[in-house]
């Protein structure tokens, strides 16, 4: 269900029945001549757009508009788009405080875009969403249970009963995830409109590439030749067993 066409009772439909709310979280960036500019978000939307034919989700509307930074190529006639960490924590912190009000406890974001340090510290769009994530929890409890909510004795007595299982977790109500787990980071290697991204661009989202726009001037996407359907179908496959698991556990 894509969340801008439900009406007011799937929402509350949806909430009743705990179903996955999902965004996919990204940038635009220039990724070299062969790609198009939305490459690390474009595949995290392909793969939910395949999931929810699966399973019933809620798909927000993708957010594009993270901090890309100018690493990879200044912006002047490359495209790509930064928007400061700085500026996406108090927009991510409005989010979710919306979405808890709502009624969602189920909520999934998945990003690609420099993934391959998400278990590393994390970079500044990821990190801007974690932190916004667990103050909007926090607030929301002592809004709801007032100041000391976890210290008291009906935290414990709630505890035995079984109502804060992994379900009911505040802190598991919204869960930041990256587009390739660790594992299937460590099987295709993570690069820059390389083999790996174009291969995974072929697979996911065709359209995105055009080979025939292919430059080898710079050093990240040299090995982008090489890109191949099947090298992309590969990683595809365990990306969105992670992608099923992550939504579904």
């Known amino acids: 269900m894509r969340y801008e066409m439900m009406f007011p009772d799937e929402v509350r439909k949806a909430i009743d ?47 594009y508009y993270g901090a890309s930074s100018f690493a990879v190529e200044p912006p002047e006639r490359k495209g790509t788009v930064h928007v400061n960490s700085g500026v996406l924590l108090p927009f991510a912190g409005q989010f979710f405080y919306n979405l808890l009000r709502i009624g969602f406890r189920n909520i999934n974001i998945f990003i690609h875009h420099q993934c391959e340090n998400f278990s590393n510290g994390g970079m500044p769009t990821d990190l801007a969403f974690k932190l916004a994530a667990r103050q909007e929890l926090f607030a929301y409890m002592e809004k709801e249970k007032g100041e000391g909510w976890w210290g008291d004795n009906s935290f414990a007595e709630d505890l035995s009963l079984g109502l804060y299982n992994a379900e ?60 191949s359907l099947e090298y992309g179908n590969l990683a595809k496959g365990i990306i969105l067993d992670d992608m099923r698991k992550a939504i579904l556990q």
């Open 17 to 63: 029945e705990n179903i996955p709310v999902v965004l996919a979280l990204g940038v635009l960036e220039y990724h070299s001549e062969h790609m198009s500019l939305g490459v690390d978000t474009l595949l995290v939307i392909k793969a939910i757009e395949i999931l929810e034919k699966e399973f019933p989700m809620v798909v927000m509307p993708p957010f």
């Open 168 to 227: 009911n977790n505040p802190f598991n109500w919204i869960r930041i995830n990256p587009f390739m787990s660790s594992e299937a980071r460590s099987k295709f290697p993570v690069d820059h409109a390389g083999k790996q991204e174009t291969s995974l661009m072929i697979a996911f989202c065709s359209e995105g590439v055009d080979m025939n726009r292919f430059s080898d001037e710079k050093w990240y996407s040299k090995e982008a030749k090489n890109a």
